[in-house]
């Protein structure tokens, strides 16, 4: 049988993959495989746009590049067992799959809190699919607890009160996106968030779902007609059971995207745990919407060179993390690691207020590792990405 | 190449002038302004543009 690379994940870091493996120069055969029905979607408007109701179903579908035209889509199919030494899956219908070159690109699934109590209600946000049964459920009036006060749960919050719902986030932490942004940034927010009617239930705990309400660690019940479970994700990758791979955190990888002692084997997208010498050799994975292109552009060049024969270039791989949020009218943007950073210094605006834009470093040893920006026009966005690469 | 950005969808994140200075930028009002027509040798910037665009506004006709 001719060369084939399998990318198993069709989501954007699947595609991207598929689109980079092409552009690095591989034309032989390529079938992604994805568990979902649809083909690549863009997941952050699910808790914008789509959840608002503003964008359908259709919107949110990724342009494909004309170079991927003939890549085999076998949607609606999980991969469900790997043998990496055979170079060979296993699919739900039961077919075997051979591969020449494998590329992990299967994400992360929410996870679900491990409380005891009836299903019915609970919701979570990772699909589409999740989206649209819930935005089925937003309505005035009703009551919506979010557990989960991350930027999902806040983007949640935010989107469930324009839809005129009554909105209670519960975090155990006592900031809303304090890991993310620091607890300045993370008050400002919350103050935000409370002006427009969101009620924040901060340093509890749900121990309990009951009928039409959750029940907090304080052993108070908060009457609920939904609840939306965001309190994080977990990285699919039980297929790789088996194989002798490290898989405590998603599929650890070199700098390469490769997985450890297997050439022909790499890792991109949420599934990724890779190091970024712009910080430091700690592998991480780093669930933000400019991973899978970075890493799909790495994984692609170093299997198409391990597939070809060729050397790898020996350039470095030190990509700048990004990342956005809408909540309300504010865009909070991002560019670097702000969470590496152990002292914040302001650089613009009012923080308290939040009022005009405003903009924190982030320091790691006096140099800057982070900057988040809120309600800052894009033009001066260039001006503190470089602020964070410069350093 | 033909250059369309669906400015419904456009909310001035910025990224594609990153990606390709030549022909997005942003302007000091912190709209977007580009080139519907730039050169052939630009394609492969332009096509960059057009995937880290968060709302995928960039539309790219031959
Ligand atoms: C609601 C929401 C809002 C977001 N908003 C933002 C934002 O504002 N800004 C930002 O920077 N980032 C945001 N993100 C993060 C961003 O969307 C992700 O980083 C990105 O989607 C990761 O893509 P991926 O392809 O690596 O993983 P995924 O998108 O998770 O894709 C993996 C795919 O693989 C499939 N799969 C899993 N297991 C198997 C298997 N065994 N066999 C076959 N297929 C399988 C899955 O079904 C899925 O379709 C958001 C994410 C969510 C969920
Ligand atoms: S990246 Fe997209 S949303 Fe941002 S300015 Fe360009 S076209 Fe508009």
């Known amino acids: 049988m001719a060369a084939h690379v399998v990318v198993a994940g069709a989501g954007m870091a699947g595609l991207r993959a598929a689109e980079r493996l092409r552009a690095e120069g591989w034309d032989g055969a390529v079938t992604v495989v994805g568990a979902e029905p649809h083909p690549p979607y863009n997941r952050p408007p699910l808790s914008k746009e789509v959840l608002a109701g503003r964008a359908d179903a259709g919107a949110t579908a990724l342009r494909r590049r004309g170079s991927v035209e003939d890549v085999c889509w076998e949607l609606g199919r999980r991969v469900v067992a790997a043998s990496l030494a055979d170079r060979a899956l296993t699919l739900d219908d039961g077919r075997r799959l051979a591969y020449d070159g494998l590329v992990v690109a299967t994400g992360l699934r929410p996870r679900r809190l491990a409380v005891p109590g009836p299903a019915a209600g609970r919701h979570v946000l990772r699909t589409l699919d999740d989206a649209l049964a819930l935005r089925a459920e937003l309505a005035p009036g009703r009551r919506v607890v979010v557990v989960g006060a991350g930027f999902v749960g806040c983007e949640v919050a935010a989107t469930a009160r324009g839809h005129g719902c009554r909105v209670t986030v519960v975090e155990p932490l006592p900031v809303p996106m304090e890991r993310a942004i620091g607890p300045e940034l993370g008050e400002a927010l919350r103050r935000r968030h409370e002006e427009r009617g969101v009620r924040f239930l901060t340093g509890r705990a749900v121990t309990a779902f009951a009928p039409g309400a959750v029940v907090l660690d304080d052993g108070r019940t908060v009457p609920a007609d939904v609840v939306v479970e965001a309190i994080g994700s977990v990285p699919n990758v039980e297929w790789l059971d088996g194989n002798g791979l ?38 991480r994975r780093v669930e933000h919407w400019c991973v899978p292109a970075d890493t799909a552009r790495r994984a692609a060049a170093t299997l198409a060179a391990h597939l070809a024969g060729r050397p790898l270039d020996d350039a470095p791989f030190a990509p700048l993390p990004s990342f956005w949020s809408d909540q309300y009218d504010l865009r909070l943007q991002s560019f670097g690691m702000p969470a590496l950073g152990d002292r914040r210094v302001p650089l613009e605006g009012d923080a308290h207020a939040l009022t005009g834009g405003v903009a924190m470093a982030y320091h790691r040893d006096d140099r800057p590792v982070g900057v988040v920006l809120i309600g800052v026009p894009a033009s001066r966005h260039r001006h503190y990405r470089e602020l964070v690469t410069a350093s | 190449m033909k250059v369309t950005v669906d400015l419904d969808k456009c909310q001035d994140h910025g990224q594609c002038a990153i990606a390709a200075p030549e022909v997005f930028r942003i302007n000091d009002e912190g709209r977007l302004e580009f080139d519907d027509a730039p050169a052939e040798e630009l394609r492969d910037a332009v096509e960059e543009a057009a995937d880290v665009c968060p709302v995928q506004a960039i539309l790219i006709e031959d």
């Open chain 1, 246 to 283: 490290d898989l405590s955190d998603g599929v650890l990888c070199d700098d390469r995207m490769r997985v450890e002692g297997r050439p022909e084997v790499v890792a991109v997208g949420d599934v990724a745990r890779f190091p970024n010498p712009r910080y430091d050799d700690v592998p």
